[in-house]
């Protein structure tokens, strides 16, 4: 594969913990900005787009679909992706072993439990606890259409996210 370039959509704080070396990462939150620029650059190369499984590479070169209308440029999802990359045994860099988990799956996990736990209390201390699983269902849907999201901002902030605030 030494002749194709990868693309990695998955978000920086995710790709930076490990990646393929030498792949260039276009985060998925901004591939359909991007990409049509990146792809005109690395026309007549092989492109593979990889994720952590499969499922946003393939998004992804969906994208490529819409404004690849010539297929000059066409792209393959490494099936997959990371995870079956270092499953076959290839190599990955990997930048720090100790970092957390991706803040997506913070803010998932976080939202998560939160609405378990407070439909919980709900159920069983008092009625008016639905009122804070509502505002997280409201936060993800401001997430959903505004791309912003103020709990993952806040979750960035925790300490074990700032383990190189003094680059």
């Given amino acids: 594969m030494s002749d194709a370039v990868i693309i990695d959509v998955r978000e920086k704080d995710e790709f930076a913990s490990e990646h393929v070396e030498n792949a260039i990462n276009v985060p998925l939150s901004v591939f359909a900005n991007t990409a049509q620029a990146l792809l005109h650059q690395l026309a007549g190369k092989k492109v593979i787009i990889m994720c952590y499984t499969g499922a946003r590479a393939t998004q992804a070169k969906n994208i490529t679909?819409?404004?690849?209308?010539?297929?000059?440029?066409?792209c393959e999802v490494f099936d997959g992706g990371l995870h079956q990359w270092k499953k076959s045994g290839k190599p990955i860099v990997s930048t720090d072993t100790k970092s957390p988990l991706p803040?997506?799956?913070?803010?998932?996990?976080?939202?998560?439990?939160?609405?378990?736990?407070?439909?919980l209390l709900?159920?069983?201390?008092?009625?008016?606890?639905?009122?804070?699983?509502?505002?997280?269902g409201g936060g993800l849907i401001l997430a959903g259409f505004t791309?912003?999201?103020p709990l993952a901002?806040?979750?960035?902030?925790?300490?074990?996210?700032?383990t190189h605030s003094h680059c």
């Fill in 65 to 74: 679909l819409n404004f690849n209308n010539d297929k000059s440029q066409p």
């Fill in 147 to 149: 791309g912003l999201c």
């Fill in 153 to 162: 901002n806040l979750i960035a902030k925790m300490p074990w996210n700032n």
């Fill in 122 to 136: 709900a159920i069983i201390i008092n009625p008016t606890f639905i009122y804070v699983t509502a505002a997280f």
């Fill in 103 to 119: 803040l997506i799956r913070q803010v998932q996990l976080t939202v998560g439990v939160s609405i378990v736990l407070f439909s």
